[in-house]
């Protein structure tokens, strides 16, 4: 009876032993619980120490090692991926925007002045992102251009602080037109889609003249359902529309809106029709223009001289009765121009192209 008393002993003791040698060894490879459950019911003693008190120092052990590596890679500069996983979306109504603002072209305003004032938050080539959320709209912001630099010193003064309160993803694009050719606004524009996508996986395109700043920040710089129409009311026309199907001065068109109206087209040179072609483009592809309201949409405009080598063009108007059937082949898909300088300035990003003559 004894014997068998003392063998069902041994038996237990190899048994809770066996059982305890397990449980540790589970405790040191597994390496995704901080949960310990040390057992207290099954004490033996061996030499001076518990079992026990071994299995406590060695949980005590790995938790200091964890400890120690969890505080050295949080020393670790994160990686911008590791953070965009933690930020959440921006807010649909940006919280920091001001409603009507004060716009005056003062002539005193240095780029000096305007650099110092603007440049802190961007990053080289007139980009920026929100800090602490992700957007949701990539923005390219492209600006036809030749020879207006102080229209643009007065634009990039108010619409970067404008931009960064609407939390938006984006980045300026300065299209300059290379040479003395007669202009071409469109052009500039569809080359500027082209050099943007070049840089970043933008999914929405902002067209803007250099030389209309908005009176209102709740008139936002981003795409919507149907392509937007934003500067409705500039005060050269009263702050009302010029007439009801003006699409000049500032647009914004998705990507995929962009492409369904084959971009914009390349031929009309000179001043006039080529925004009322882009506004048939959007009609003809069963899309509406959508628009902010009157008092959102308020514009001033830099008062400026007609430029040199862009008069008026009396071909464009009579080009609009055609729009239906050149726009199949007239636009982002005939595009062609050459790139003759890429200049990285932390404002913006100034592409000069060469987008050649009319034929
Ligand atoms: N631009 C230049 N340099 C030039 C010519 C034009 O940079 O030499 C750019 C600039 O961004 C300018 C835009 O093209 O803002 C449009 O040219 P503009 O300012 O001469 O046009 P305008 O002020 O346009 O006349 C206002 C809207 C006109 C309504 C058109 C109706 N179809
Ligand atoms: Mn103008």
Request: hydrophobic content about 40%; proline content about 6%.
């Amino acid at each position: 009876m004894a014997g068998n008393f003392k063998r069902l002993f041994n038996f237990l003791v190899l048994f809770s032993f066996v059982s305890v040698a397990c449980f540790v060894l589970v405790l040191f490879y597994s390496r995704r619980s901080f949960v310990v459950i040390v057992s207290e019911k099954h004490i033996l003693t061996l030499g001076n120490k518990t079992f026990s008190g071994m299995v406590k120092e060695q949980v005590a052990k790995l938790l200091e090692r964890r400890i120690k590596a969890s505080n050295k890679s949080s020393e670790m500069a994160p990686t911008p991926s590791a953070v965009s996983l933690t930020l959440g979306p921006c807010p649909e109504n940006p919280p920091d925007l001001i409603g009507p603002l004060l716009v005056e072209f003062d002539f005193g305003r240095t780029w000096e002045h305007v650099r110092k004032e603007v440049s802190p938050l961007l990053q080289k080539g007139g980009r920026f992102k929100p800090k602490d959320c992700v957007a949701k709209q990539k923005v390219a912001i492209i600006i036809p251009f030749r020879n207006r630099h102080e229209h643009l010193k007065h634009w990039l003064y108010y619409l970067h602080p404008i931009l960064k309160r609407q939390l938006v993803d984006y980045g300026v694009y300065v299209i300059n037109q290379d040479g003395e050719g007669v202009f071409n606004r469109a052009k500039l524009m569809n080359a500027g889609y082209v050099e943007a996508l070049k840089e970043y996986d933008y999914d929405c395109f902002l067209f803007s003249d250099v030389d209309l700043v908005p009176l209102n920040d709740r008139n936002l710089y981003r795409c919507f359902d149907n392509p937007r129409h934003l500067a409705i009311g500039m005060d050269k026309f009263n702050f009302d529309l010029p007439y009801k199907t003006f699409f000049g001065g500032v647009a914004s068109l998705y990507k995929h809106q962009y492409l369904k109206i084959n971009g914009f087209p390349n031929t009309y040179w000179g001043w006039g029709g080529e925004d009322d072609d882009i506004y048939k483009r959007i009609v003809l592809r069963g899309m509406q223009v959508s628009r902010p309201d009157l008092l959102t949409g308020r514009y001033r405009m830099i008062k400026h001289q007609r430029d040199a080598h862009n008069d008026p063009n009396p071909k464009n108007p009579d080009k609009l009765f055609q729009t239906h059937w050149t726009m199949n082949a007239d636009g982002i898909n005939s595009l062609k121009y050459t790139v003759k300088n890429i200049e990285k300035d932390i404002l913006y990003t100034f592409i000069t192209v060469d987008i050649g003559s009319p034929e």
